[in-house]
């Protein structure tokens, strides 16, 4: 943050204390002091700024993308002052990047740099649609609109982005997705690509419709059966695990971090989330095994 503020002359929180080694910490963690920002959190605001604010904010993250774009390290690795002794890596930088979360938008995507439009037929539709119908077209211009900035700027990074699309960039993302899903998940991916219909798509059907590539993957009627069973229990796993976040009243990106205000009520809902979710059914199976054993030596 601190190369970022002075090298880059980007506006973040300026750095007051830190310590990257739990060992050396007093606090026995790593831990930063910063200055507090002033305001509030754009994802906040955002749905109630104006079209023009959002625009205009837009382009100011579109500004501080390319500024850090166009920052050339040589290396990837942390960055440290000169006084804190660490280890340097020596591998190239390979760029890894995605478009802000605040201009993720569900809905059909734009083929290029094509101006947005509404629907032809939009004068006939309801209330509720035409609201649906303006919302896309704001979330598609804003998306343009910062894909422009950068293609004027960094070019280049447009190209990254969309690397993301490509077959290697999702087999990356499955790779990927195996830390925040689950195998499970991964295998079901890879299991529906063996079919025959989906292997073409990816690879290209011959004049005989038969793939231009054979698929490398191969599932026997064992692997499929066993891959489904283990399918069904991951999903019944993230059900449980979106009940208990319910239960919390906890964010999935949050990482545990709740403000000092709502430590004590959060802390009171896990515990009342573990007995409910976790005490409570062990202890039920821990009771039906019994009974069953006891069913079973009586017979």
């Given at each position: 943050m601190q190369f970022v503020r002075e090298n880059l002359h980007i506006p973040v929180l300026k750095v007051l204390r830190y310590c990257s080694r739990a060992s050396e910490s007093k606090l026995g963690a790593e831990y930063i002091v910063m200055v507090k920002a002033p305001g509030v959190e754009l994802g906040q605001i955002w749905d109630k700024l104006k079209?023009?604010?959002?625009?205009s904010i837009v382009k100011q993250i579109a500004a501080i993308t390319c500024t850090l774009a166009r920052s050339r390290l040589q290396c990837h690795g942390a960055l440290?002052?000169?006084?804190?002794?660490?280890?340097?890596?020596?591998?190239?930088?390979?760029?890894?990047?995605?478009?802000?979360?605040?201009?993720?938008?569900?809905?059909?995507?734009?083929?290029?740099?094509?101006?947005?439009a509404l629907p032809e037929t939009f004068e006939s539709l309801d209330p509720q649609a035409k609201k649906a119908a303006k919302a896309l077209f704001l979330f598609q211009s804003?998306?343009?609109?910062?894909?422009?900035?950068?293609?004027?700027?960094?070019?280049?990074?447009?190209?990254?982005?969309?690397?993301?699309?490509?077959?290697?960039?999702?087999?990356?993302?499955?790779?990927?997705?195996?830390?925040?899903?689950?195998?499970?998940?991964?295998?079901?991916?890879?299991?529906?690509i063996t079919e025959e219909h989906v292997w073409n798509q990816v690879v290209g059907a011959d004049e005989n419709g038969n793939p231009s590539v054979l698929c490398p993957l191969k599932y026997s009627e064992r692997d499929m059966a066993k891959q489904k069973t283990e399918y069904v229990k991951w999903a019944k796993d993230v059900e449980r695990k979106t009940r208990i976040l319910d239960v919390i009243g906890a964010h999935t990106g949050c990482?545990?971090?709740?403000?000092?205000?709502?430590?004590?009520?959060?802390?009171?809902?896990?515990?009342?989330?573990?007995?409910?979710?976790?005490?409570?059914?062990?202890?039920?199976?821990?009771?039906?095994?019994?009974?069953?054993?006891?069913?079973?030596?009586?017979?």
């Open positions: 079209a023009c604010d959002k625009l440290l002052s000169q006084n804190t002794p660490s280890y340097h890596a020596q591998q190239k930088r390979r760029t890894l990047c995605h478009h802000p979360s605040l201009l993720e938008y569900e809905g059909p995507g734009l083929d290029g740099f094509v101006q947005p804003l998306w343009l609109s910062y894909e422009i900035e950068l293609q004027r700027a960094v070019p280049e990074l447009l190209h990254t982005f969309s690397h993301r699309e490509t077959l290697p960039g999702q087999i990356l993302g499955a790779i990927g997705s195996i830390y925040d899903d689950g195998e499970p998940y991964v295998q079901s991916l890879l299991a529906d990482n545990g971090a709740v403000s000092p205000r709502d430590y004590d009520e959060v802390a009171r809902r896990l515990a009342a989330a573990k007995q409910r979710f976790l005490v409570q059914p062990l202890a039920y199976t821990r009771r039906r095994k019994k009974y069953n054993a006891l069913v079973s030596c009586s017979s």
